[in-house]
């Protein structure tokens, strides 16, 4: 962590990507960043299963992350690192962090302290629409799963940028 | 589908984006592929809620997937469109798709059909090894969640080449 000199530039946190069945089938984690340096995270709630959101974590956002059992981002718009919640209140508590076989995505399930909401639009979950289709129709429509929202964004993020980008 | 020409090259499937208020709270499928022409998507079983997989799709096979109802898929390391279970048999069904707030992540919830498991070296999930940390370590270790294969990769895929890229 930043504020112990254990920070996430320490490259030997991780190991080196040797061979295939190291990577598959070892027990050192030695996960792979994409050419913008990130690694993809599906985060669900341990309790539900629920998918909360989908992010991405740098080398610095996945080490702070498993050191101090608080979900850390990367902010691909904002261009920087985020401690989940540390605007909002919505702190995501790890429980678990898996990998998958080529260790190019995480898997984190938290339980969430404060509101239980993980979502900048106010939802509890990102994912709360479903896609609807069948054959008559030309286009799929959405529908809402969650009918209500936990929390008003405006009174959370005041009038920061809203992170969604056309 | 390719077999009825109404193939994903059919751009009106999918809306355009709008507003910021019509992506986040409107009923409207209007996905953001990125800079590759990709979505990123989260696959769980629908029942047990686990984590499958996380794979990626481009317009094509976001659009089977809605009309098909079978996982589809584009391979980044073959570089070509997939049809999951295509090859090995395990065909994931679509009970459920969901889309996130900025509509640049896909959940599908599914079924798998023939042996359960979704992972080409074997396993159930993609995910089957877990991170282990504690202050005393200078790195994480993995332990394996899943205990044992589902099935024998190289029964399934004979010589095909592994797409792990190191």
Known sequence: ??????????????SDRISIEQVEEGHTLAPKFDSSGLITCVTTHADSGEVLMLGYMNEDALTRTIESGEAHY????????????????????????RIDDDQDAVWLRVRLRGRQ???????????????????????????????GKVFDPSEIYGDAPNPTIL
Chains 1, 2 share one sequence.
């Not at 504020?3 to 996430?8: E, I, N, P, R, Y």
């Not at 691909?76 to 429980?95: E, F």
């Open 1 to 14: 962590m930043a504020d112990d000199g254990q920070s996430g530039t320490d490259r030997s946190f991780f």
């Open 117 to 147: 909401a993980s979502c900048h639009v106010g939802y509890r979950s990102c994912f709360y629409r479903t896609i609807n289709w069948n054959k008559a129709q030309s286009a799929p429509t959405l529908s809402f799963i969650e009918t």
């Open 74 to 97: 990367w902010s691909r718009s904002r261009q920087q690192l985020w401690h989940k919640g540390g605007t909002s209140g919505h702190i995501q508590t790890v429980v678990e962090i």
